[in-house]
């Protein structure tokens, strides 16, 4: 069940994927439908992945027709980030591959090409100003640990300065009366109601 | 004894003439239609989309192939097997029930999958398809909904072309006796409450949660599934046997 769950997670990124990257639909529109299959050597696990030009579809332990499978290590999969390592790397004896080729090309294409706006994409979820936020911070997130005991200071100190020092206008204090004065009446109004309403 | 076995069956744990089901089940899902996604996501903490994910995986629904999506309700699997099966095939999202249809209808087309589903109202006891026409059938938490379920299963195995495949989808037994006692809980307390708050319909979800308890076991279903036909039988339990993935083939 987990690694349902994991699929289902690598499906949601890749679909994320897609619809960030629009051009990714045309590099797979030629081998759309065709099953690729991965399968991670040190987790001894098999992930099949097919996209459907819609979307992409994610699933373990698929038993069905696959058009390509992969085999390798987690080290020598992400090295296909450059497609031009595919070959190389089968010729080694690093990564077994059966079926068709071009599909684990395309793949591996498609990866290498991806250089994605992750601010873009998070200002969907919280807004664009958060997300710039948000990814600035993450990469400064050690220089701002060191300044954050500087900003504390200079923000309290200005607080100090610049809220407590206000002062009441003697003409604010004589309209806060009037509406006090006011409001009693009224209290007392709806007071006398609420009694004959009992009353009755 | 026979007698009384053959004009009576259950509804939930409540006994009913056997024609009545039928419109019985039919009141329950015109009932919580419109909230049914939603309750879906709930109740089983979204976990009903990883045994749909699993059913997916296991069917081998290609392109090009025509499926059946049987009980298919609101249509979650038949939004991803239509993609599988592509402009070449079709998916037939079958359902006795039209305001199920409606809702399932509604939500694909706002998903913009339009051009190979049909939407058809069916009574799983006697499919409106010829003989070897079907390339997959699914049903999903649909068949112990099902009055007769031996006929709906000899139904099914005539309409699959050979080689095609059945996979049932539903709730059943765990072996896990704190499991099932957490399960029990949960689904005749807890459900009910929740099916009172989220749908006003604290009834219709008693009757899920009895329902459940009145299906047969894993083993049973698989004999049953044998008696119709189906050669290659076998299941898988999920969520610790809360719910199998029974298959079968027809050769
Ligand atoms: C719990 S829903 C499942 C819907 C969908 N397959 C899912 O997994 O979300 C059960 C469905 O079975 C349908 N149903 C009940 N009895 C049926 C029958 N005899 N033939 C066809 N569909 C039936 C109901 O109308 C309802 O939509």
Request: glycine letters at 6%; proline letters at 2%; charged letters at 20%.
């Amino acid at each position: 069940m987990i690694n349902t769950l994991l699929t289902a997670t690598a499906e949601h990124i890749l679909n994320t994927i897609l619809s960030l990257e629009p051009s990714v639909q045309a590099s797979l529109s030629k081998v759309q439908h065709q099953v690729l299959a991965v399968e991670v050597r040190d987790w001894q696990q098999t992930i099949a992945v097919t996209f459907t030009g819609h979307s992409f579809m994610v699933f373990n332990n698929y038993q069905e027709h696959i058009d390509c499978h992969i085999s390798a290590s987690i080290d020598t999969l992400s090295q296909l980030k450059d497609p031009s390592q595919l070959t190389r790397l089968i010729r080694q004896g690093e990564l077994d591959l059966e079926g068709n080729l071009h599909l684990a090309q395309a793949y591996s294409q498609i990866f290498s090409e991806l250089d994605i706006d992750w601010a873009e994409h998070l200002s969907k979820y919280v807004g664009d100003g958060p997300a710039q936020l948000l990814v600035q911070q993450l990469r400064q997130a050690k220089q701002r640990t060191k300044q954050l005991d500087g900003v504390l200071k200079t923000t309290t100190a200005g607080l100090f300065q610049d809220e407590l020092k206000v002062a009441i206008h003697p003409l604010e204090m004589a309209q806060f009366k009037a509406h006090t004065r006011e409001l009693k009446q009224h209290a007392a109004v709806l007071e006398q109601r609420i009694n004959q309403l009992l009353a009755r | 004894m026979k007698e009384s076995q053959q004009n009576t069956t259950d509804f939930g744990y409540k006994t009913v003439a056997r024609e009545e089901k039928a419109s019985m089940v039919a009141d329950v899902f015109h009932s919580v239609a419109a909230k049914y996604d939603i309750m879906n996501d709930l109740m089983s903490f979204g976990i009903h989309r990883l045994w749909k994910r699993q059913a997916i995986a296991c069917s081998g629904v290609r392109k090009g192939h025509t499926v059946l999506d049987l009980a298919g309700g609101t249509g979650d699997l038949t939004a991803k097997f239509s993609q599988l099966v592509g402009d070449t095939g079709r998916v037939i999202l079958g359902d006795i029930n039209d305001s199920m249809l409606k809702v399932g209808r509604d939500k694909l087309r706002d998903l913009g999958l339009v051009s190979n589903i049909e939407y058809v109202q069916m009574n799983a006891e006697a499919l409106p398809f010829p003989d070897n026409s079907i390339d997959v059938i699914t049903i999903a938490f649909g068949l112990r909904n099902v009055t007769d379920k031996d006929a709906a299963l000899r139904s099914m195995y005539r309409i699959l072309k050979p080689g095609g495949r059945l996979l049932i989808l539903e709730f059943s037994k765990t072996d896990s006796e704190a499991l099932s006692k957490i399960y029990d809980f949960y689904s005749f307390n807890l459900l009910p409450t929740m099916g009172k708050l989220v749908a006003n319909d604290s009834e219709s979800y008693r009757y899920l949660a009895e329902s459940i308890r009145m299906h047969p076991d894993q083993e049973t279903l698989k004999g049953m599934m044998e008696t119709a036909g189906f050669e290659q039988t076998s299941y898988q339990n999920m969520t610790g046997g809360i719910v199998a993935l029974h298959r079968g083939f027809k050769y």
